[in-house]
T-cell receptor, first 119, second 115 residues
């Protein structure tokens, strides 16, 4: 079946512009995560959506970052007034929670990422 | 607080060599989950294994094997008879209730397998 898809694959923007990154999770997966991966670094958690629950925004680095998930499926990560330090690969993952802890321990399946370059 | 340490930044081996990637974790929880992911040059993370803290049995899957030792808080990954296609960055991750089960990833180990 189809995996997690993300668009665009690459995005180059100028400092100060807003960008929107899109994630299409695996069909039926109710949990969706956004991560940021800077060059040579591990994954930095940004935000977590689970069904109709309030999202866990604890990882968002500043109020310039926001995300929404419409209809429990597609998610959009928005970065306003981009800065050069926002340049990174933004990864989306989805999972199907089946157990405890809201299912956050379930296996995550990742998309190919969006490579953002802020000039 | 949860923490994952992958001390090896980069490993370079010749094809057919065995290689072990180390992962050491820190958690105060008794219930937690450990993961390994592979990130090939294409960039997409590929799930390899998930292990919960109550299952210390080692696992083998083809050329891959994992050694989970709670006594040393380690979850090491061994590739036997490495191949060029194994070249990738490998991430170890931990999720526990202290982090509300949001996974914490190590910084990754870059494995380069030379022909």
């Amino acid at each position: 079946g189809a995996g997690v898809s993300q668009s665009p694959s690459n995005k180059v923007t100028e400092k100060g512009k807003d960008v929107e990154l899109r994630c299409d999770p695996i069909s039926g997966h109710t949990a969706l995560y956004w991560y940021r991966q800077s060059l040579g670094q591990g994954l930095e958690f940004l935000i977590y959506f689970q069904g109709n629950s309030a999202p866990d925004k604890s990882g968002l680095p500043s109020d310039r970052f926001s995300a929404e998930r419409t209809g429990g499926s597609v998610s959009t990560l928005t970065i306003q007034r981009t800065q050069q330090e926002d340049s990174a690969v933004y990864l989306c993952a989805s999972s199907l929670p089946t157990g405890l802890a809201g299912g956050k321990q379930e296996t995550q399946y990742f998309g190919p990422g969006t490579r953002l370059l802020v000039l | 607080a949860q923490k994952v340490t992958q001390a090896q930044t980069e490993i370079s081996v010749v094809e057919k060599e065995d290689v072990t990637l180390d992962c050491v974790y820190e958690t105060r929880d008794t219930t937690y989950y450990l993961f390994w992911y592979k990130q090939p040059p294409s960039g997409e993370l590929v799930f390899l294994i998930r292990r919960n803290s109550f299952d210390e049995q080692n696992e083998i899957s083809g050329r891959y094997s994992w050694n989970f030792q709670k006594s040393t808080s380690s979850f090491n990954f061994t590739i036997t008879a490495s191949q060029v296609v194994d070249s990738a960055v490998y991430f170890c991750a931990l999720s526990d209730s202290g982090g509300s089960y949001i996974p914490t990833f190590g910084r990754g180990t870059s494995l380069i397998v030379h022909p």
